[in-house]
C-alpha cells in the first residue's frame, strides 16, 4: 500500500485540521486532483493529489487533527513510501501565494511525534493519574515546559467537551509563550486629535505613518529579539502587523514597509488585508514576519490596554476610541477629540527611555494637522 502524508505546508506549519474530503476509499483519482480540504492557523489550503490511482482508504474526518508527515491517504497496489514530490500546492483555489510549492512527501518523521515534550515529573505523574497525553499539551513554562497547571487546564477543558480549534487554538498557544517569555511593561498617554480636519475619526492610516516616524527616531522599538541568545536584529524597514477580529478568532496580518508608502497606499493595503483575513484567503506569508503591532480596539470598545508583546516583537501599540474630552488649550477649557494610547514594550529588550521617546514621537505626530 502507498501511503500519502500531510505535507509540510510552509510557514512553519505544524498542524492542520480536516476541513472536507473530496474523494472517498474505492475512488480513482487523477494527479493533482483535488483529495482533502484542510484548515491551518493561517488558510484554507486544498491538497492535491500526488499520483494516480485507486484510493484504498481516508485517515481523519471532518474536524479531526493531522500533524506534518501523518497518513492522508493510502492507494491501492504494492510499494514501498518514498520521497515522493506532489504536484505544486500554489496552483489551488486559494494558496497561490505560499511561499513554499514543492513538497517532500514520505520522508519526514510525522511532526507530532518529532516534538520533544519536556514535561515536570508533578505533571507527568498528575497527566497519568487524569488520563491527560501530555503530548497534546502545550507547555506554558520555560521553553514550553509542560506544567502541573497545564495539565490541570486540559483536564478541565475535557470535562467541558469544547476543544480549541485552528486559529484559536494557535492564539492559545502563541499568548502562553508570550506569558511564559515577556517582561511586559505598558506606558500610556492621549493624542490630542484637533488640528485634524473636521469630522477626520479613522486614524488607522496616520497611526501607521506614525509608529514608522517613531521608530525611525527611536529604532530599539523595532527589533527581533532572541530570549535564548540574548541576541538583538534591528529591522531596515518597518512591517506593521494590524490587528484584525473576527469571529474564527485574531489574525495579524502585516503591511509592509509602511514608512515608504503614502496614505492612499496604505490605506488600499490596509482594505485588502481586512478583506482577505475576513474571506480567510489570506496567503499565509501575509500574516508573517511583523516587526511591530498596532491593535486598534478603539474601533470596538475601550480607552487604555495593556496589549500582549508576541516574541520575537518587542512592543505593540494600542489606540481605544476617539472621544470628545474638555482639554485646557490656551488657558482656556475646550472640548477637543482625544486619541488614548497603550505601549507595551519586552523590558528585557527595550528600556523605559526607549520606550518613552518612542510614545513621544508618536504622540507628538499624530498631533500635527496634517
Known amino acids: ?72 491517504v493510502e492507494f491501492e497496489g504494492a510499494g514501498e513510501d518514498s520521497g515522493t514530490v506532489v504536484g505544486d500546492l500554489g496552483q489551488a483555489s486559494g494558496v497561490s501565494d505560499l511561499a513554499a510549492d514543492d513538497f517532500i512527501i514520505g520522508a519526514a518523521p510525522s511532526s507530532r511525534s518529532a516534538q520533544a515534550r519536556a514535561v515536570m515529573p508533578a505533571a507527568r505523574k498528575l497527566a497519568g493519574r487524569l488520563g491527560v497525553d501530555v503530548d497534546q499539551l502545550q507547555g506554558s513554562g520555560p521553553g514550553g515546559l ?42 500610556v498617554e492621549d493624542a490630542d486629535l484637533h488640528r485634524w480636519a473636521t469630522g477626520a475619526r ?30 538583538l536584529t534591528r529591522h531596515q524597514q518597518v512591517d506593521l502587523g494590524v490587528a484584525v477580529d473576527t469571529p474564527d478568532g485574531l489574525f495579524v496580518p502585516v503591511l509592509r514597509d509602511v514608512g515608504n508608502r503614502d496614505a492612499e497606499d496604505l490605506r488600499a493595503g490596509l482594505a485588502r488585508l481586512r478583506a482577505d483575513v475576513l474571506n480567510r484567503s489570506i496567503p499565509p506569508r501575509e500574516l508573517m514576519g511583523a516587526t511591530i503591532t498596532l491593535s486598534n480596539y478603539g474601533t470596538l470598545f475601550g480607552r487604555y490596554a495593556s496589549p500582549v508583546v508576541m516574541p520575537p516583537q518587542v512592543a505593540i501599540i494600542g489606540a481605544g476610541v476617539i472621544r470628545e474630552q474638555v482639554v485646557a488649550h490656551q488657558g482656556q477649557p475646550t472640548v477637543h477629540p482625544i486619541l488614548p494610547l497603550s505601549l507595551t514594550v519586552d523590558h528585557r529588550a527595550v528600556t523605559g527611555g526607549e520606550a518613552a521617546r518612542f510614545l513621544k514621537v508618536l504622540v507628538e505626530d499624530l498631533q500635527h494637522a496634517d
Open 146 to 187: 509542560i506544567t502541573v497547571a497545564d495539565v490541570q487546564a486540559a483536564d478541565t477543558q475535557a470535562a467541558t467537551g469544547e476543544q480549541l480549534r485552528s486559529v484559536r487554538r494557535t492564539m492559545a498557544k502563541n499568548m502562553a509563550r508570550a506569558h511564559s517569555e515577556v517582561v511586559p511593561v505598558t506606558i
Open 1 to 72: 500500500m502507498k501511503q500519502f502524508k500531510l505535507p509540510d505546508l510552509g510557514e512553519g506549519l505544524q498542524e492542520a485540521e480536516i476541513v472536507e474530503w473530496h474523494v472517498k476509499a474505492g475512488e480513482e483519482v487523477a494527479v493533482d486532483q483535488l483529495l482533502v480540504s484542510v484548515e491551518t492557523a493561517k488558510a484554507i489550503v486544498e491538497v492535491p493529489s500526488p499520483r494516480a490511482g485507486v484510493i484504498s482508504r481516508c485517515f481523519g474526518a471532518p474536524g479531526d487533527q493531522l500533524h506534518v508527515g501523518e497518513p492522508l
Open 202 to 231: 479613522d486614524p488607522l492610516v496616520r497611526l501607521a505613518r506614525a509608529i514608522a516616524r517613531a521608530c525611525q527616531a527611536e529604532p530599539a522599538l523595532n527589533v527581533a529579539f532572541d530570549g535564548a541568545r540574548l541576541s
